[in-house]
């Protein structure tokens, strides 16, 4: 089955210890989100690509990196965690939207829950 | 700004109906989403309404009015899975998604 799969499902690092969470998908989809998401809260967008363009949300702490090496791959890199990082992070995929298409259902991964000690 | 606005908690009973609104106001509309997600785990996709009216979709109904930014999601004969949270999302005039902080549903038997 065409998917999206995240590794790890949950990480445990100390503080200010670096981490990368990684997502790989199977959809052929071009386009691919990192989002945020704590407790009781809206997913919050981190960063995304169309294709290999990189699109960082104006309020995305430096703290957090991402790289998105070919189609199927793409990761986070959160360089000093702190404890405020702690959160499950969704990778997504979607097509392109267009006039033509429309808005495109986002498909996530099963996300990667991280504690920050 | 950019705004979306749904209950944080609803109760309902197995077998029940459920209604769970949603308001929005955003800078342009491509559609507005339905995602459920259980506690732990990812948003799955539900529905997705870009014209008003009413989408049916097996137990589930979205409804769309843009004139009012106004969508609901209704749940028929509810079963003590269908607990999780519903979240509502809209894609504004750039594509992007602007997401709810998400409905908590509690069904009781």
């Known amino acids: 089955d065409a998917m999206v799969i995240q590794n790890p499902r949950y990480q445990v690092t100390q503080f200010g210890k670096p981490v990368t969470l990684s997502c790989s998908q199977t959809?052929?989809?071009?386009?691919m989100y990192w989002y945020q998401q704590k407790s009781s809260q809206a997913p919050k967008l981190l960063f995304h690509?169309?294709?290999?363009?990189?699109?960082n949300e104006a309020d995305t702490p430096d703290n957090f990196q991402s790289r998105r090496p070919n189609t199927s791959f793409c990761f986070l890199d959160i360089r000093s965690p702190g404890l405020g990082d702690a959160a499950m992070y969704l990778c997504?995929?979607?097509?392109?939207?267009?006039?033509?298409?429309?808005?495109?259902?986002?498909?996530f991964g099963a996300g990667s829950r991280l504690t920050v000690l | 700004g950019q705004n979306i606005d749904q209950p944080t908690e609803m109760t309902a009973t197995e077998g029940a109906i459920v209604q769970i609104n949603c308001t929005y106001q955003?800078?342009?509309?491509?559609?507005l989403f339905w995602y459920q997600q259980h506690a732990g785990e990812a948003p799955t996709f539900l529905s997705y309404?870009?014209l008003d009216g009413l989408e049916e979709k097996g137990r589930f109904s979205s409804f769309l009015s843009r004139s009012k930014g106004y969508s609901y999601l209704l749940l028929k004969e509810l079963q003590m899975k269908d607990s999780a949270s519903y979240l509502c999302?809209?894609?504004?005039?750039?594509?992007?998604?602007?997401w709810g902080a998400g409905t908590k549903l509690i069904i009781k038997p």
């Open positions: 999302a809209v894609s504004d005039s750039n594509y992007q998604l602007i």
């Open positions: 690509y169309y294709d290999k363009d990189f699109n």
């Open positions: 997504a995929t979607s097509a392109t939207a267009t006039a033509t298409s429309g808005a495109n259902v986002l498909t």
């Open positions: 309404n870009v």
């Open positions: 959809l052929n989809h071009n386009v």
């Open positions: 955003t800078s342009g509309f491509n559609g």
